[in-house]
């Protein structure tokens, strides 16, 4: 299984953008899959997640009404449309796919022990 994470870069405050990430090997309409970053100096955060038949969705406090997770299973291809971005926003974003055994429904959707493949990361810069 692999994740290949794109579509991000430098923009300025109040810019959009639109992260995808392409899930290789396994059936992927059957996992969850779950959007992470890591600003600068500070651990990996959780920023959404959306279950394996896309009914659910799940955003942090940070994320919750400026950013959009969804799922396109003919693509194998999750993405994160961000909106109104904030420096704060600034830091690596990674997607990671869902252990089946721990579906996001019943499961703490923000444990990142619960995510068993994860991308490579794309590098969100927000300037000011």
């Known amino acids: 299984v692999q994740l290949q994470a794109s579509g991000g870069g430098l923009v300025q405050t109040g810019d959009s953008l639109r992260l995808s990430c392409v899930v290789s090997?396994?059936?992927?309409?059957?996992?969850?899959v779950g959007w992470f970053r890591q600003p600068p100096g500070k651990g990996r955060e959780f920023v959404a997640a959306?279950?394996?038949?896309?009914?659910?969705?799940y955003y942090s406090d940070n994320s919750h009404g400026r950013f959009t997770i969804s799922r396109d299973d003919a693509a194998n291809t999750v993405y994160l449309q961000m909106f109104s971005l904030k420096p704060e926003d600034t830091a690596t974003y990674y997607c990671?796919?869902?252990?089946?055994?721990?579906?996001?429904?019943?499961?703490?959707?923000?444990?990142?022990?619960?995510?068993?493949?994860w991308g490579q990361g794309t590098q969100v810069t927000v300037s000011s």
């Open positions: 090997g396994g059936t992927f309409s059957t996992y969850g």
């Open positions: 990671a796919r869902r252990s089946a055994r721990y579906p996001i429904s019943h499961y703490d959707h923000t444990g990142q022990r619960y995510y068993t493949y």
């Open positions: 959306i279950t394996e038949n896309g009914s659910k969705t």
